[in-house]
């Protein structure tokens, strides 16, 4: 069941403390959460091109992979902010260090030759996925809702990464890029730690319902990025729904960009 | 000026507390670090083999690149520890992502399959290296010592990385690497956070005096580091002399792994 929440929806932010941002170019957009955060940003007035492997429909594509570096250059040109969702999900091997890692850098070394001002990058909760074996988040993920404390305990994205795989490990080096980026070459970087988004838009399991992020959540969290003050040079934030077991911290990314969830699981 | 620490150079421990190794293999052993390291280890009764792309004088040498996940393998069959040491040092592209963060994947997952038991990563200062453009490590890097603040200041490994350059994000990525295979495939794995070590053993400038680390220092820390306490799952350590401006945390060192610099240098 998804809880309705009351949070009004804001309209686009524009004004002197946001970065002035027309042109957005989505990576990954011909994927599920690339075409819902890429959508979102077209309906909210955005100027929406896509760097993609295949064309996406309605959208200006330049066909490229992110592991050719000099391919997705063009893309980059008049580009104001960039949302990077483009990702090899496959198994550990080296196409995916070299798309998630190598890619990544690419795409952020083309963002800073262009001119770039703001960098959404979209990670994971795959970062700390570790916490989860231990207690009390391995009895919250199992739904055993009697369990959960008061306060309800939090792995915070600031605690020590603990990757749970090697997809992990690789969103890790793209936030750490982020942060290199951001403190050397003055692009404003924001890593999303996203949680699981589904085509049905449900969660398949108790472990899913515990990171569950709704496809209203996920465009919420990803213009909340966009459109947040210009003052944020750097961030790290959790991004999932309100669900009863949560366990992933909301209040920092609630602080940071004004994120706060429409819907919300319970198992 | 180097000052002569007193504290006592332990022999080697060998005990119910620590994991029995008798075969360590030094990869980079024909570069600086490796090379001291190696005797080190070798000089304690190790037996000490290399995985090098050139052959290592007056020790087994398996030649082969740590990029070549294949040829890689026969090294590492009987092997004990893993002193991984090997890295692209020059500028950021893509041969330092294939050698840093996919030669260093392709090292752990052979450690992983010869059922290695610890694994020794030499990791980089470089992974908090922004840290310096700020006060108070500013002043205190170009030797300032008027301005050297009672507690010191230091960077902590806990604090959140601000990589200096992509050295440091591949760095980085090894480290969470490590934490990922020791969590999941049982292997102990220890990461430095490697000073400055030079071929003349002394500092070039105010900044390196902060960051040195002599041979004798870095010998010692590596083998701390093989002989750590069997329960040291994972870990990561910062590893410098004593040096006058030093403001890289030594007290969690020492507690995890024994280590006291016996050297530090006042500029």
């Not at 492997?53 to 992110?66: K, L, N």
């Not at 080096?173 to 003055?186: D, V």
């Not at 966009?226 to 909301?250: H, W």
Request: charged share 20%.
């Amino acid at each position: 069941m998804v809880k309705r929440a009351t949070t009004p929806y804001h309209g686009r932010m524009n004004n002197e403390n946001t970065i002035p941002i027309t042109k957005v170019l989505v990576t990954g957009m011909s994927g599920l959460i690339g075409g819902v955060v890429g959508r979102e940003l077209s309906q909210r007035g955005y100027e929406v091109s896509a760097l993609n492997r295949q064309d996406v429909s309605g959208y200006p594509t330049t066909r490229a992979s992110i592991t050719d570096a000099d391919a997705i250059r063009p893309a980059f040109e008049g580009i104001d902010c960039v949302v990077h969702m483009a990702a090899y999900l496959g198994p550990a091997d080296a196409s995916q260090l070299s798309v998630n890692i190598e890619g990544t850098y690419n795409v952020y070394e083309a963002a800073k030759y262009a001119g770039v001002k703001r960098f959404v990058f979209g990670s994971s909760g795959a970062t700390q996925m570790r916490y989860e074996v231990d207690e009390p988040f391995l009895s919250m993920i199992e739904a055993r809702y009697d369990d959960i404390p008061e306060p309800t305990p939090r792995v915070y994205h600031s605690s020590p990464p603990r990757p749970g795989n090697m997809y992990g490990v690789a969103k890790l080096a793209g936030e750490a890029m982020g942060r290199y980026y951001s403190e050397t070459h003055g692009m404003s970087v924001i890593c999303i730690r996203l949680g699981r988004v589904t085509a049905e838009n449900e969660p398949d399991s108790p472990r899913n319902a515990a990171v569950y992020l709704s496809h209203r959540d996920a465009a919420q969290i990803v213009w909340r990025c966009v459109e947040a003050p210009t003052d944020v040079r750097y961030g790290i934030v959790y991004g999932v729904s309100n669900n009863r077991t949560r366990f992933r911290d909301l209040e920092h990314t609630t602080k940071l960009i004004g994120y706060v969830p429409q819907d919300g699981w319970t198992w």
